[in-house]
């Protein structure tokens, strides 16, 4: 990563959890656009979507390589790190879910 990206403690990327909660956000919204307006295609767009595009653009796997490596060296960071990125990853999905349908 270098000295380019910040950090919202130390040891904790910040980018990974931007790119990983907004992933959540932008998945929820699709989810609950294609539930509300294409029915019976719904599930299949979201699928298409959401794992061909939004994964892409997420960084789940390293954020879990990276939360590895905290785990080895501080368990109270990895914990914020872990519970962090999924509890506001939820949170995200949730509304952008709601979001989605209100489209």
Do not use: C
């Not at 719904?42 to 990276?66: L, M, N, P, R």
């Not at 872990?82 to 995200?92: A, D, E, F, P």
């Amino acid at each position: 990563m270098g000295g380019t990206g910040f950090r919202l403690r130390q040891g904790v990327p910040g980018q990974h959890f931007l790119i990983n909660v907004s992933g959540a956000l932008a998945l929820g919204i699709v989810t609950g656009y294609a539930a509300k307006h294409l029915g019976a295609g719904a599930q299949d767009f979201a699928t298409i979507v959401g794992v061909g595009f939004i994964a892409a653009y997420t960084t789940f796997s390293t954020e879990e390589w990276h939360t590895l490596g905290l785990l080895r060296r501080n368990a109270t960071v990895e914990a914020v790190n872990v519970l962090g990125s999924v509890g506001v990853s939820m949170v995200l999905a949730a509304f952008g879910l709601w979001l989605g349908k209100q489209l």
